[in-house]
């Protein structure tokens, strides 16, 4: 395995952000690789990574990024069980095909989990694809049935 090289991203890297979160997009939803995204789509997730509360890493090898996470915070009125009202949402772990089963996704949603306990955050969430189940049960991950939604249709 090359050296893997994990970073925070800045507002430098919006370009690459924007780029890393693209490709994860097309792969995880079986998109064709010239899938063209909408222009208020790509708007929107640059206005996200540049002005939105979050914290990104980016595996990189050999200079070139092979992986990326997010970690969204969220604050809500406190409650009991969340007396600081700061949570915190995963998402994005995504690596390079050739790259995986390596500890790469593992590495960086432990590094964001660490820095969202840093942070104040009393709960992670996620949504997990099937294929992420196992290495988010790995880090200690939980099922939960507490949560219903509504979505705006």
Known sequence: MDLVEYKIATREDIDDLIESRLEMLRVVNNLDDDYVFSEDFIKESREYFLNGNHITVFAISDGKIIGCASM???????????????????????????????????KMTMMLIDLAWEKGATEVSLDATESGRMLYKACGFTDSDECMVLTRE
């Open 72 to 106: 969204c915070f969220i604050y809500i009125m406190p409650t009991f069980s969340h007396p600081t009202g700061k949570r915190a949402h995963l998402m994005n772990v995504y690596t390079n095909t050739e790259y995986r089963r390596q500890g790469i996704g593992r």
